[in-house]
């Protein structure tokens, strides 16, 4: 038992009787005198204490209670006019000694008194009111040590003496928190409680800890957790805690204009272009899952990199019905995406030209990339239409697929120098053995026939059949003289897959492709006859050139060439910004190899 009296703080009590002045309502909170009446005057209120015995007050309050005996008291006299209520006032009561128990079997009992003492104002000497001894009772329970505390007053010789109860915390032994499946697991939770196992609880410290749980939440993202509790406080020292993790009870989609209505002027909802399947698939949030905010932010984030959406806000709605859960409510305005384009130009390739383009990037609701484009020039003219689809519908890999279909016609650079001459068209040549010399079959020509150094007068002819007939020894070509361009007709497709393991939204560095590539190659005229060899312009005089400067202009020298090719490629991309990228590594390794369908088909 631990003591405190009015000696040790060289204070002199007075053995005589007190008489104790208190307030009206202080005798309503505490008014279970055994034996009292009340006798009012005009400008007079007394209570007179009809036994000698002592009266005892009770104050409790929650878990600790408030016992003060006193043994004479009266009320002060005060002015009782018709407006104006009586002033009252409390007399002190002088505490002689503290006496605190109810620790005598604790392993902590020293340093307990001792905090219970200092947690208190009063001391031996004070005079003291009821309301300062209630004030005391609430620093000791305020310091977290106590499950229940009761102060109870005893008369003695020297003046009143104040025995205070207390119920200490149990040892702390084990923290559990319900429901058992949750985020935190028992290891974190007891990494959290690692220090304050073995020794008292104090509740101070318990809410301290129950913050560092939220913290740990809230690190991690669940930022909707809610931590009670204690519910339960054993005598063996279990703590038990509750949590509202917070659960995802629904995700709703809704389309909103540019001014932020949801609805038209029909009052009929507002319908988006996009698929809703386009949406949720960029989102790793999912119904029935505990609510993440960083998930939250990459979704966004990701919604806003299909550059299909101006804005998105989110709304956080509870349900009334699921204490703790909510429901995310997506407003979703929606970006044009189709855009048209057009333009003048110059370059070497094409010369003077002009373009018009046409681009959609949400090609029927669901984020496929449309691209038509048509370039004519001086030179050549260019028709393109590609589609691209950056995720397969329901496909968990992310796989995406590109395709494209082209249709060009132009002069090759290489084929109208302007410095070294250009290269004319031919319709059809004949070789013959060991003659050194072409000649155009549409001039005339002076030729040894006959090999006896006798020029004959021939050509021009006909055609090209007539010159092989009427002079075989001699090479023949049918010169048009006219540019050769050429006409190319094709297309390609290719698959792309990140390495995600069958997590779609799983960011990972590597990526592989594969696809394939086809295209027929013609030369031709402006007009779309055929040209498949060619004259250079600078070495055709009076109608003739040497035997091997009349070229192929396709391969083979066929009417057509045929091209295909397989390709794949290893891309290894870990760029912190795509478009903007200020550290990280790209490596790409890629490989396409043609194959071969035929005699006119080069590899």
Aim: proline share 4%; hydrophobic share 30%.
């Amino acid at each position: 038992m631990f003591k405190r009296h009015a000696s040790s703080n060289k204070k002199l009590i007075s053995t005589s009787a007190y008489a104790i002045a208190f307030s009206v309502p202080f005798i309503s909170l505490f008014g279970e005198t055994k034996a009292s009446k009340i006798i009012s005057a005009e400008n007079q209120l007394f209570v007179e204490n009809k036994q000698p015995e002592s009266v005892q007050f009770n104050y409790q309050s929650n878990n600790y209670k408030l016992n003060l005996n006193l043994e004479d008291f009266l009320i002060s006299e005060g002015t009782n006019k018709k407006d104006e209520k009586p002033i009252i006032e409390e007399e002190r009561v002088l505490i002689s000694e503290i006496i605190i128990e109810g620790l005598e079997d604790h392993p902590d009992k020293e340093r307990l008194e001792g905090l219970a003492f200092d947690a208190m104002l009063i001391r031996p000497g004070s005079k003291v009111t009821s309301e300062e001894v209630k004030k005391d009772l609430d620093r000791i329970y305020s310091t977290g040590w106590f499950s229940g505390a009761k102060i109870e007053s005893l008369q003695s010789a020297l003046g009143v003496q104040l025995l205070i109860s207390i119920e200490p915390n149990p040892i702390l032994n084990k923290i559990s928190i319900l429901p058992f499946e949750r985020k935190m697991s028992n290891t974190k939770l007891n990494e959290i409680f690692n220090n304050d196992y073995g020794k008292t609880l104090n509740l101070n410290t318990l809410q301290i800890r129950i913050k560092e749980i939220k913290d740990w939440y809230n690190s991690k993202g669940y930022s909707l957790a809610r931590i009670s509790g204690p519910n339960r406080v054993t005598k063996d020292g279990s703590v038990e805690l509750n949590i509202q993790e917070g659960y995802i009870s629904g995700i709703e989609i809704n389309f909103i204009d540019e001014d932020g209505n949801t609805e038209d002027e029909k009052g009929r909802l507002i319908k988006g272009k996009t698929k809703r399947w386009v949406i949720e698939r960029e989102l790793i949030t999912k119904v029935g899952d505990i609510f993440n905010r960083n998930k939250l932010e990459s979704d966004i984030k990701r919604l806003y990199s299909t550059s299909l959406f101006n804005d998105v806000k989110v709304t956080l709605k509870p349900v009334s019905s699921e204490p703790g859960n909510i429901i995310i409510a997506l407003g979703i305005t929606e970006q044009r995406t189709g855009s048209l384009t057009g333009g003048l130009g110059y370059s070497g390739a094409q010369g003077v030209f002009g373009q018009i383009g046409l681009q959609e990037s949400n090609l029927v609701g669901r984020s496929w990339s449309s691209n038509m484009n048509l370039t004519y020039g001086e030179y050549g003219a260019l028709l393109n239409l590609s589609l691209y689809d950056p995720w397969i519908k329901n496909d968990k890999h992310r796989t995406s697929f590109r395709t494209s279909l082209y249709l060009s016609r132009e002069v090759p650079q290489e084929f109208r120098s302007q410095e070294g001459g250009s290269i004319r068209g031919v319709s059809d040549r004949y070789e013959a053995p060991n003659s050194l010399i072409s000649y155009d079959t549409n001039q005339s020509h002076n030729l040894d026939l006959n090999n006896n150094n006798t020029l004959i007068n021939t050509g021009p002819f006909t055609n090209f059949s007539s010159a092989k007939l009427s002079a075989p020894q001699f090479s023949w070509f049918d010169y048009e003289g006219d540019s050769i361009v050429l006409e190319r007709t094709g297309g390609g497709f290719s698959f792309a897959r990140p390495l995600n393991g069958g997590q779609p939204l799983k960011k990972v560095p590597w990526s592989v492709l594969i696809g394939a590539n086809f295209q027929k190659v013609k030369p031709i005229d402006y007009a779309g006859d055929k040209r498949p060899y060619g004259v250079a312009s600078t070495n055709f005089k009076e109608g003739k050139v040497p035997e091997n400067e009349v070229i192929c202009v396709a391969h083979n020298c066929s009417e057509e060439n045929t091209l295909v090719s397989l390709k794949s490629a290893i891309t290894y991309n870990n760029l912190d910004n795509s478009r903007n990228p200020t550290s990280g590594d790209y490596l790409n390794i890629g490989s396409e190899q043609f194959i071969s369908l035929g005699e006119n088909s080069p590899t």
